[in-house]
């Protein structure tokens, strides 16, 4: 499963960018999609997740209520819609793949399977 992620950017805080991830897969829909993040000298953090078995999304206590994962089956795309950005949002975002995930692992990255590139989210104060 090769993933694409797009749609970061400069942003002031305060403000709101949505990030894209979309995937190769034909079976798009059995793969749990997850978020995490790294910010320069950090280690890398979940984010957020949305598991395709039973549709519960989880969240990073740091950006609950702020931030919105969801997911297009038929656009084999899952987002990130950030809002009220501030400048700790600041980080690579990554998108993250895995077709058996239980909730109990959903936050650990290392058991994700498949990860994208990366893009830049830079929030000025």
């Known amino acids: 499963v090769q993933l694409q992620a797009s749609g970061g950017g400069l942003v002031q805080a305060g403000g709101s960018l949505r990030l894209s991830c979309r995937a190769s897969?034909?079976?798009?829909?059995?793969?749990?999609m997850g978020w995490f993040r790294q910010a320069p000298g950090k280690e890398r953090e979940f984010v957020a997740a949305y598991k395709w078995n039973d549709g519960s999304t989880h969240y990073a206590d740091s950006v609950k209520g702020r931030f919105t994962i969801s997911r297009d089956n038929a656009r084999n795309t899952v987002y990130l819609q950030m809002n009220n950005l501030k400048p700790g949002d600041t980080a690579v975002y990554y998108c993250a793949a895995d077709s058996s995930l239980t909730s109990s692992r959903i936050r650990y990255g290392s058991d994700y399977d498949f990860w994208g590139q990366g893009t830049l989210v830079t929030v000025s104060s």
């Open positions: 897969t034909r079976t798009f829909s059995r793969y749990t």
